[in-house]
T-cell receptor, first 113, second 111 residues
Framework: NAGVTQTPKFQVLKTGQSMTLQCAQD?????MYWYRQDPGMGLRLIYY???????DKGEVPNGYNVSRLNKREFSLRLESAAPSQTSVYFC????????????FGDGTRLSIL | GEDVEQSLFLSVREGDSSVINCTYT??????LYWYKQEPGAGLQLLTY?????DMKQDQRLTVLLNKKDKHLSLRIADTQTGDSAIYFC???????????FGAGTRLAVHP
């Protein structure tokens, strides 16, 4: 029962470096999401994918790109990391986009120096 | 507008009931959720309620929804030390594929 798996769990980058965060789910869910969590704030949606082959911007997409590689996998890329992108990143998935709850991975803790 | 507000901290004695409150602003919310986050972990779905319901009970958890006042609460009966965590309230807006989260309430359970 893996659920939503994120890799890596921790990463430290230098400003300007690039990085791809990986996410995979084994629940046959259609929709997948990327959030960031910052201290004292709730989760904010970066990008989501309602189904395989589609992606849409969320609340805070600037500085990020995503790829829905297949139904299972949804990756988040930082092309040129900035200190403001230091955060905890969560991937989530749900069966569909309307009325099914989202299930979360354990997060990737990313620090950019 | 879209905004979800929660108090940041709650301290209770072991065995007492905990009540975590949440207010939201968008009347088009369809579902409201409670998630639990333990240190270093992701968010775990605790329970959720559809917007046409007033109450939902699941073992030690009771969710109350006052749609008129846009107020949601989570009551945990017989609070245990294992309940210490951050609890997030979230609303799903009708027709939109996103959740709006509150900042989270940190629940501390002491002996």
């Amino acid at each position: 029962n893996a659920g939503v798996t994120q890799t890596p769990k921790f990463q430290v980058l230098k400003t300007g470096q690039s990085m791809t965060l990986q996410c995979a789910q084994d629940m046959n869910h259609n929709s997948m999401y990327w959030y960031r969590q910052d201290p004292g704030m709730g989760l904010r949606l970066i990008y989501y994918s309602a189904s395989e082959g589609t992606t849409d911007k969320g609340e805070v997409p600037n500085g990020y790109n995503v790829s829905r590689l297949n139904k299972r996998e949804f990756s988040l890329r930082l092309e040129s990391a900035a200190p403001s992108q230091t955060s905890v990143y969560f991937c989530a998935s749900s069966l569909d986009r309307v009325n099914q709850p989202q299930h979360f991975g354990d997060g990737t803790r990313l620090s950019i120096l | 507008g879209e905004d979800v507000e929660q108090s940041l901290f709650l301290s209770v004695r072991e065995g007492d009931s905990s009540v975590i409150n949440c207010t939201y602003t968008d009347s088009s919310s369809t579902y409201l959720y409670w998630y639990k986050q333990e240190p270093g972990a992701g968010l775990q779905l605790l329970t959720y309620i559809f917007s046409n319901m007033d109450m939902k009970q699941d073992q030690r958890l009771t969710v109350l929804l006052n749609k008129k006042d846009k107020h949601l609460s989570l009551r945990i009966a017989d609070t245990q030390t294992g309940d210490s965590a951050i609890y997030f309230c979230a609303e799903k807006l009708g027709g939109y594929n996103k959740l709006i989260f509150g900042a989270g309430t940190r629940l501390a359970v002491h002996p």
